[in-house]
């Protein structure tokens, strides 16, 4: 089933297209990778499809519904939530009350205690800081809290850009396996990452994004084979 659907959508800052007619669909339960150099348009795809940004032209369907012009955060109700690129953390709040952020639009609070303990159990380390402040955390500890509080929303699609940054090489590959977990959990992911070897590993289908443009796309295991994709993203010739 199609969870996500993109439709011709176009991005603008300005008089500056940073999106150009994108189309591209999520199906219920996957991992989808997309991968681009620095300012090919990952981030702003992601923040047009949480509602951050308007689309200029196109649609945008979530289950079904037409979220087009849906507001950011009737958009969390729905299920769609989203763990920003660098992180985003209170810094003044507590892990638990940084978490606790991520259950505004939850309808039902029963739900609260059941993602907390889905959080702890996929983080310890977050179990055991529950009354450190963010700002004082390690910057992988401030991503795996980015990413705790999204999904204290209970999401159906999780928005994940660039969850590797600025993480050790021990980190990066834990982030990658709870990111399977999660998925592996029942619920779907769109992935951003500069680290192209891993997410494509990872996903079920992936799509190449250059300047604003879709230029590949195909199963994890076509793109990682692709000699182009492998030349310019993949770090060998
Ligand atoms: N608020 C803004 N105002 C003007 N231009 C912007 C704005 N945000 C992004 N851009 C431009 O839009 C283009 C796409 O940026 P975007 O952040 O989506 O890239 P990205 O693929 O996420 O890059 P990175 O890998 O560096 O995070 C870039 O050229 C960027 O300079
Ligand atoms: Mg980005």
Redesign the pocket.
Known sequence: MTLLELKNVSVS??R?E?IHDMSFAVDEGEIVSLI??????????M?TISGLLNPRSGSITFDGEDITKMKAHIRVVKGISQAP?GRGVFPGMTVLENLDMGTFGLKDRSGVKAGFDRVFSLFPRLAERKSQVGGTMSGGEQQMLAIGRALMAQPRLLLL??PSMGLAPQFIRQIFSIITEINQQGTTILL?E?NANQALTRANRGFV?ET?SITHSGTGKELLANPAIKEAYLGVG
């Open positions: 800052y300005g500056i940073a681009g150099a620095n300012g090919a348009g990952k981030s702003t795809t923040k690129e850009d660039e951003v500069q994004l604003g």
